[in-house]
């Protein structure tokens, strides 16, 4: 029983404190040239609107790309139903922020942050990243993102207090322990397809 309680812990401790060093900050990511700034998605309401947690994301993701941390954003999230779509209200935001369609790709089947690091790599062609994401997320991304062999940082979105940040870092537990075995398997994502090389025209992903 005791194990069973301290091997999460355990898997925890390892997976936050052998990521802490790549979380920077946005002064510190400006100008870093990186292949792409990688939003991870969330939650978009029944109106077709981001989230508050999801627009500090692309705010924070617009921001790194106006200072220079990378000419290229990929949004990625999930796609997976024709009545939920969160990649389209992803980009649509950040061009209403002024961000041009060319240069911002979507990934429609970034179902988990697994699957969104495997296909950033594999078929956009990814090698060195920002990851965005609130801070409790991106150890675990980060994580994944070194056993992928990118060159990864991440910058933290957290923006506001979220009121359910409680509930999020009980659930991340679980989920670290999860990608910490996928890390360690690295299992197929659900779809690969042709590669997108992030270096062309992101309207290339448009739909």
């Known amino acids: 029983m005791l194990f069973a309680i301290l091997l999460p812990l355990a898997t925890n401790y390892y ?19 990186a292949d792409a700034i990688l939003v991870l998605g ?4 029944d ?9 500090d994301r692309i705010n924070t993701g617009v921001a790194l790309y106006e200072s220079g941390a990378s000419d290229r954003l990929l949004m990625s999230g999930d796609h997976g139903q024709e009545d939920y779509d969160e990649v389209n209200a992803m980009k649509d935001y950040a061009i209403e922020s002024g961000v041009a369609s060319e240069v911002i790709f979507m990934d429609h089947a ?3 942050t697994y699957e969104s690091l495997y296909r950033a790599r594999d ?8 990851i965005v994401s609130q801070k409790y997320h991106l150890y675990r991304a980060l994580y994944i993102a070194r056993a992928l062999g990118l060159d990864a940082y ?12 409680w509930l999020f870092d009980a659930r991340e537990i679980l989920a670290r322990c999860k990608d910490f075995v996928y890390s360690i398997f690295q299992p197929l994502p659900t779809y690969l397809g042709e590669v997108i090389p992030i270096t062309g025209d992101g309207s290339a992903t448009n739909g």
């Open 15 to 33: 997976v936050m404190a052998s990521t802490e060093n790549r979380i920077i900050t946005p002064e510190e990511a400006a100008n870093l040239g």
């Open 154 to 165: 991440g910058v933290s979105a957290d923006r506001r207090d979220y009121n359910s940040y």
């Open 42 to 45: 969330a939650r978009v309401w």
């Open 110 to 112: 970034g179902f988990s």
């Open 123 to 130: 078929i956009f062609q990814i090698k060195t990243v920002v």
């Open 47 to 55: 109106n077709g609107q981001p989230s508050g947690i999801l627009k």
